[in-house]
């Protein structure tokens, strides 16, 4: 199996001089313990995995006495397991002030881990993992993604492909296991996926789970990808309640399987929904919940434009999150139902972004954009991410951007 280099290494390796913890999370397989593993190599770090049951019961019951028996510095793999050692690495951490003590892994969302931020705040820096983004798997520079002219031309070097070529990323997903080749069914790895891992972290975190019952769930969620979220239906199509669908969506979040487009607000701009949009960090696992049966078929199916939009949302979320970036991405609704698939905001103005499928956009597609300018945050370019095979534009302030150019 080929190794695939990760653009947060270099990230792992800057923080690493600069704080005494370094927590990467991110969702099972996605490969956060493999890029450790690299980067220790030729080192005198050691290694752990909670997911150990013996080791986990000495961190859970002496944290004292499991930071004897591994002592930094050290990777402590699946942390989540035992939020007791994060009091005790802090005491190591204070004693000892030491740069690159501790790296941990964890398959839960920081923001939602119990136990990290009250024990570490200032003493970790936490970066997100996500499954491979398009320039880690096809080559060529990764940066965060903007809609300027200058930084979308240095992404030429990219491999270009049509739109078969796209569909075809999106079936295939982007999950280490399946690009590298350790694993050629796609269908057998997402199936194991779904009951070893999703299934196994989700009943510890929910005490009572009907295992059927949470796979209608997840696939009626994966039906959804790209909307905006109706937990009533969701709830009705897994033959669940209301609040159990919340609660299994939480944990899906937790797990970072899950993410939210929140929609833009802004005290100018009026009569705006308030409803989030939900997408999938993995369209591979999308068309498995979804039955899709190839790519060819995707291409020309019901979903093919919530599933492209879930691909594009997802893949500009990598570019922050695996430049160890915090991505400011919102969509824009409101009560008239005039959208704007997504809104970038950065550095005191907003790129509002059209995603279709399509090679020959025209100017219809943009003129939402002047929604924006009621905002009291400035509108700057915009752009329509599409089939088109390179980069071009609509005018002088609105690009058309190629989706492999992401």
Not at 30 to 50: A, C, F, P, S, W
Not at 179 to 208: H, M, P, W
Not at 293 to 304: I, Q, Y
Not at 317 to 342: F, H, Q, V
Request: proline residues 4%; hydrophobic residues 40%.
């Amino acid at each position: 199996m080929n190794y695939i280099t990760r653009n947060l290494e270099s990230v792992v390796i800057q923080a690493t001089k600069e704080y005494p913890v370094v927590l990467v999370t991110g969702p099972r397989q996605v490969g956060k313990t493999t890029m450790l593993q690299k980067l220790m190599e030729g080192t005198n770090r050691g290694y752990v995995t909670l997911d150990d049951l013996n080791e986990r019961n000495i961190a859970k019951t002496d944290p004292e006495l499991f930071l004897q028996l591994h002592k930094p510095p050290v990777l402590i793999d699946e942390v989540q397991y035992a939020p007791e050692l994060f009091t005790y690495i802090k005491m190591n951490v204070d004693k000892n002030h030491e740069p690159g003590a501790f790296w941990l892994t964890g398959s839960q969302v920081f923001k939602l881990m119990r136990g990290v931020q009250e024990s570490l705040a200032g003493r970790v820096a936490v970066l997100s993992l996500t499954s491979l983004s398009q320039a880690e798997i096809f080559g060529g520079e990764m940066e965060p993604f903007t809609i300027e002219m200058e930084a979308l031309a240095a992404r030429k070097g990219r491999k270009e492909v049509d739109t078969r070529g796209i569909f075809e990323r999106i079936y295939k997903g982007s999950m280490p296991a399946i690009v590298s080749g350790a694993n050629s069914n796609g269908q057998i790895f997402y199936s194991s996926y779904l009951s070893t891992y999703i299934e196994r972290d989700v009943k510890e975190l929910s005490d009572a789970i009907d295992s059927l019952k949470f796979f209608r769930f997840i696939t009626a969620v994966a039906a959804r990808c790209g909307q905006m979220l109706n937990v009533a239906e969701i709830a009705r199509d897994a033959d669940i309640n209301q609040t159990q669908a919340k609660n299994w969506l939480g944990i899906l979040e937790t797990l970072g399987i899950i993410f939210y487009l929140q929609p833009y607000s802004n005290n100018l701009l009026k009569r705006l929904v308030k409803t989030p949009k939900l997408y999938f960090y993995d369209t591979g696992l999308v068309c498995y919940l979804t039955k899709w049966s190839s790519a060819e078929t995707l291409e020309s199916g019901a979903m093919n434009g919530a599933i492209l939009e879930n691909y594009v949302v997802a893949e500009i979320m990598k570019t922050y999150l695996n430049c160890g970036r915090e991505p400011y991405l919102y969509y824009y609704r409101d009560k008239d139902a005039k959208e704007i698939d997504i809104i970038l905001e950065h550095d005191g103005v907003l790129n509002p972004i059209e995603i279709k499928k399509t090679s020959n956009p025209g100017t219809e597609l943009i003129k939402v954009f002047d929604l924006l300018d009621k905002s009291s945050t400035p509108r700057s370019k915009g752009a329509v991410i599409c089939m088109k095979p390179g980069l071009s534009a609509i005018d002088r302030d609105n690009y058309i951007v190629p989706v492999w150019m992401i």
